[in-house]
């Protein structure tokens, strides 16, 4: 074997900030020569953030296509489907401010709706257990003071 192929990288020149840095501030990327990115963390998560500041709507269209298979064209007909409400407690905009969150079943991807954050917390909270709620709204339907 050479030389060259025993010897362990520990450090490599970021291709932006043009800094020495250890391979640990790098991303491994198996199709480069080292076997880690040409870019250092920091640099990317920089570029990578001042793309997307500048460009919210390909950053939301990435997200939803990549972690539920579903186009922005999509959220926007089931957000009108189900009257621009959260489809639990039917707020018209979610209370934090945010966009409303894709509710989905964790075993098999498919989107339910598009619920608020506390509702969709909620429902997490509570492991999408259907008989988890169904107890849950019992004990507060039951456990209300006369005054309420």
Same mark, same amino acid.
């Given at each position: 074997?050479?030389?060259?192929? !025993?010897?362990?990288?520990?450090?490599?020149? +970021?291709?932006? /900030? =043009?800094?020495?840095?250890?391979?640990?501030?790098?991303? #491994? @990327?198996?199709? !480069?020569?080292?076997?880690?990115?040409?870019? +250092?963390?920091? /640099? =990317?998560?920089?570029?990578?953030?001042?793309?997307?500041? #500048? @460009?919210?709507?390909?950053?939301?269209?990435?997200?939803?296509r990549?972690?539920?298979?579903?186009?922005?064209?999509?959220?926007?007909?089931?957000?009108t489907?189900?009257?621009?409400?959260?489809?639990?407690?039917?707020?018209?905009?979610?209370?934090?401010?945010?966009?409303?969150?894709?509710?989905?079943?964790?075993?098999?991807?498919?989107?339910?709706?598009?619920?608020?954050?506390?509702?969709?917390?909620?429902?997490?909270?509570?492991?999408?257990?259907?008989?988890t709620?169904?107890?849950?709204?019992?004990?507060?339907?039951?456990?209300?003071?006369?005054?309420?």
């Open positions: 074997m050479s030389e060259n192929l !025993t010897q362990v990288l520990t450090s490599k020149k +970021c291709c932006t /900030c =043009k800094e020495d840095l250890p391979v640990e501030s790098f991303h #491994k @990327n198996r199709s !480069t020569k080292t076997g880690f990115a040409e870019e +250092c963390k920091v /640099c =990317k998560k920089v570029r990578a953030k001042t793309y997307y500041d #500048k @460009n919210p709507e390909k950053w939301r269209d990435s997200h939803y990549r972690t539920y298979r579903l186009s922005v064209e999509e959220y926007s007909a089931l957000l489907k189900q009257g621009g409400k959260c489809a639990i407690c039917g707020c018209t905009e979610s209370r934090d401010g945010s966009r409303f969150a894709v509710d989905h079943c964790h075993d098999t991807g498919k989107v339910r709706g598009l619920l608020c954050r506390p509702c969709n917390s909620a429902i997490g909270f509570l492991n999408d257990d259907y008989q709620a169904l107890s849950a709204a019992r004990y507060l339907q039951t456990s209300q003071s006369p005054n309420t």
